[in-house]
């Protein structure tokens, strides 16, 4: 058998910029595509810091950048790069295995790549982009974890099966939402249909038993609560992602709760986009509550901003997907605090489906 090609070699043929980063994230190595990159050799590049070649405008992304621990991964940032001007690049960050203090980082130039989802510029339309970044790596493991449930069904008893199925229906549904926000554009967004509210909370909550996770989530349904119009794979990955956050956030405190509360909330409305339109009424409220001690009241206001979090591991794109999905479904998503209750409070508004009907007097919960 003929021997492989030694790594440097591999790494100087690869047509993306990749810069290796010591301690301290001065450049150590770099292939030709970086030299490129930067238009200086690696002699030049030696012994700067990333931060002194790429000037990043955002100061959360320098902070995640500096802690060498971290993964990143982001689409459309705007930065300006030394002696070359303004950019717009995509990047990722991934600590060196074992080798405390050292990264590697992949650079490629993104301005003429049109950026989707835009509805004003702001920051949080970066998390668009992570599902076309990882959708190879992430469906072709999923297709691999569906055949192992597949199989693993045949060998066990009918008790047993559920959690199989629940397997692979959620790669499944995994696989339909990468689609979908491929698919997303400023004008493009993923279908509504009439949708049972506490249907799809008690699907999530099913995703978090089956990973140990929802033995502290109570509910509190409103029975009356007619069908909301909503994206259905979207709505449950919603409610994933609050769930999920909810219990983790009271993980720590003596005898934690969360609780999933549905009931009628008039008077919301949402401002149509399009001019002399009517306003779009969302009379319908979850709330999802935990008992945990809180956000940092430092991050309050940027909670639903990517690469914004108080995880160690986390990536900060959780709660900006979250309100990208609830735009999408003309719905809107706050986060209130309660100090004296000791409450932590995400109120989801959401439309009615069309034909569902009115609430009668004496059914909205109080």
Known sequence: MADFPDAHRQLSSIGLA??????????VQANPAAEQFFSQSLRRLRGFSLTE??????????ARLQDSETPISARDINVIVAGLGPKRLDITVAPI?????WQMVTLQDASGAEALGNDGGGAEDVVLRAPEILAHEIKNPLSGIKGAAQLLARKLGEKDRALTSLIAEEVDRIAR???????????????????????????????LDAAGKGE???EEFDPSIPPVLASRDGLLQVLINLLSNAVEACQNVRGPKVIVRTRFSSGIQLSAATPGAKPVRLPIELRVSDNGPGIDPAMVDHIFE????????????GLALV???VRDMNGRIVHERDEAGGWTHFRLHLPLA?????????????
Not at 53 to 62: E, P, S, T
């Open 53 to 62: 070649l790429i000037h990043f405008k955002d100061n959360r992304l320098i």
């Open 323 to 325: 309100r990208k999905l």
């Open 354 to 366: 069309p034909d569902a009907g009115t609430p009668e007097k004496g059914k909205a919960s109080r």
């Open 177 to 207: 939402l990468i689609d979908e926000m491929q698919a997303l554009s400023s004008r493009t967004v993923a279908p509504v249909d009439a949708c049972n509210l506490h249907e799809a909370v008690r699907r999530a909550r099913e995703v």
């Open 216 to 218: 502290a989530i109570a």
């Open 18 to 27: 990749l810069v290796l980063l010591g301690p301290g994230q001065k450049i």
């Open 306 to 317: 990517p690469f914004v979090t108080t995880k160690k591991t986390g990536q900060g794109l």
């Open 97 to 101: 295995i074992d080798e405390p203090g």
